[in-house]
């Protein structure tokens, strides 16, 4: 299994409203990525787990809360989010952090495609 | 300033055409490299990687790549294209030698236009 699935593929919320992105990857990777892509443009990093723990956050507004319950699981908690906001988000994982030192490769999932109104 | 550029925003070729895809880098060491696919509305697909070795890198789907350190490039090609190939392709790198986090960073992108 080589594949990192994410749910829902679609999402519209107002700002008002909270909400969560879903990502699960099941090859045993410890680290996972969340990234932002506005359309036209390429993906930016947001957040990385590496084994679990939080170890970078790319200066990301406070109403986007990764989470990482388990090493297959990553969450995305959505709060009072803003109409610039609306993007592709999406999640990828890698057998280890570092992993071009070990010339591996990052694996993306289909990402969700969020509308902010 | 350490960046990567794809110099082309939109490419069109037509089916069965070969195709070149431009990707320059600037950095003070040579970058892992790789390129990425995206179809509309899906996720990226790695489509090859340079990390060392061999300057002429095979890819999935006929697609090869060479690095071409003189000109500091790592270019896309394709003998012949398939209306299917009609994507977004993203060149990306990784800095050598960047400490703490490997970040990946991304070229601006390609869009491929495949007539009949």
């Known amino acids: 299994d080589t594949e990192v699935t994410q749910t829902p593929k679609h999402l519209v919320m107002g700002m008002t409203n909270k909400k969560s992105l879903k990502c699960e990857q099941h090859?045993?990777?410890?680290?996972m990525y969340w990234y932002k892509q506005k359309a036209k443009k390429p993906p930016e990093l947001m957040f990385v787990?590496?084994?679990?723990?939080?170890?970078i956050n790319e200066s990301v507004p406070s109403r986007f809360s990764p989470e990482c319950p388990n090493s297959s699981l990553l969450n995305l908690h959505l709060h009072a989010l803003q109409p610039e906001d609306s993007a592709l988000y999406l999640c990828a994982s890698s057998p280890r952090p570092f992993f071009v030192t070990f010339k591996e490769t990052q694996y993306f999932g289909p990402g969700t495609r969020l509308l902010v109104l | 300033a350490q960046s990567v550029t794809q110099p082309d925003i939109h490419i069109t070729v037509s089916e069965g055409a070969s195709l070149e895809l431009r990707c320059n880098y600037s950095?003070?060491?040579?970058?892992?490299l790789f390129w990425y696919v995206q179809s509309p509305g899906q996720g990226l697909q790695l489509l090859l990687k340079?990390?060392?070795?061999?300057?002429l890198v095979q890819g999935i789907k006929g697609f090869e790549a060479e690095f071409k350190r003189s000109q500091s490039s790592f270019n896309l090609r394709k003998p012949s294209v398939h209306w299917s190939d009609a994507a977004e392709y993203f060149c990306?790198?990784?800095?050598?030698?960047?400490?703490?986090?490997?970040?990946?960073?991304f070229g601006t992108g390609t869009k491929l236009q495949v007539i009949p």
């Open positions: 990306a790198v990784v800095p050598m030698n960047s400490g703490g986090y490997q970040k990946v960073t």
């Open positions: 340079y990390f060392s070795g061999d300057t």
């Open positions: 787990y590496s084994y679990e723990k939080l170890s």
């Open positions: 090859m045993g990777h410890r680290a």
């Open positions: 950095y003070g060491a040579t970058p892992y």
